[in-house]
């Protein structure tokens, strides 16, 4: 653990630090390593390693997988292109919304999503129209697209596992390939499917504010120590 959250009223500013001063005291931590303050107006927490924090000067802290800003190849996320993350955090910390952060974005590195293969599975994309296959035993990247290709999951021969012999990525939305990177005369011709990046970006926003609303504890990481 590096840091925690405390709730308390401004009228007890003075018990807290007393607190946190004797903390110091008490683990010999008073020179190096002394305890760090930011004020926050508010938190947005969709697990206790993923939120986006407010400050009181109006700048957000984004952690997690919510963190847009990032590079792709360090912060790949199965299910959020980085428009979504991008959106979530606005909305949050600028109340701009969720449609208006994604319908004017005009990177198309924002929508890509990122995808690995193993020793166990690999991809292959199937034309709907022609049937055209095309497999790919290594990274892969793409985006969610109104016109192009079904993305499906496929065992291998050998594969040392009981999982699915198929699956299908982003379940009946077609992708366009994107590990050679294509330019367009306009972004329009890209032709994004931009409802399935509102949808997602909202279902996230609406369990944040769910939980907030019903004053539910976050998720746990289950790589850390809970405190509950």
Known sequence: MDGIVCLFP????????????????????TKLGKLEYTDFKALYQESVNCYVAVKTDGKAKIKGRLDYESELNKNNTKDLGRVERKAISEYFSKNIPIEETIMNEKNIFMFCIGLKSSSNYFFKTVHPKTAIETEYKKVIRFFISNNGERLLKIKAKDADTDGPDISRISKTSLVTMFNDKFDVQSFEEYNINYSFYIEKAKEIVEQIESARKNKKFVKADKNQISLF
Do not use: A
């Open 10 to 29: 401004k009228e007890k500013d003075d018990v807290y630090y007393k607190t946190c001063h004797e903390w110091e005291e008490i683990v010999g931590n």
